[in-house]
């Protein structure tokens, strides 16, 4: 089993800037991509962005792309989301979410195994 904490939401004005953090811990060895998704009441869960937990390789949607980065620091197990620019629209329940088996980035939630609890971030105009 692999846990995931997710910290750093909160709530800024249009345009601030938030860094979301998620600690795992547990079978971290056999984790191969972590991922940040959102959710808006009534809406499905989003892909935000991923990463391989063992190379640089990245992905993120076009509407954050340039405004947010996601990073690793393997050494703390720690995945990190940098936020810029937030808009109103980016107002979410930002969820950390890891898989184990291949190394491939998916933008569907169902592949992955395991979730964090969400941390809430609330952007205002």
């Known amino acids: 089993q692999v846990q995931l904490a997710e910290s750093g939401g909160g709530s800024v004005q249009a345009g601030g800037s938030l860094r979301l953090a998620c600690a795992a811990s547990?079978?971290?060895?056999?984790?191969?991509?972590m991922a940040w998704f959102r959710q808006v009441p009534g809406k499905e869960r989003e892909f935000v962005a991923g990463i391989r937990y063992t190379s640089v390789r990245v992905d993120e949607v076009d509407s954050v792309e340039g405004r947010f980065t996601i990073s690793r620091d393997n050494a703390k197990d720690t995945v990190y989301l940098q936020m810029g620019n937030l808009q109103a629209e980016d107002t979410a329940l930002y969820f950390c979410?890891?898989?184990?088996?291949?190394?491939?980035?998916?933008?569907?939630?169902?592949?992955?195994?395991?979730w964090g609890q969400g941390t809430q971030v609330t952007v205002s105009s």
């Open positions: 547990g079978r971290t060895f056999a984790v191969t991509v």
């Open positions: 979410a890891a898989r184990e088996s291949t190394r491939k980035i998916f933008r569907d939630s169902e592949r992955y195994d395991y």
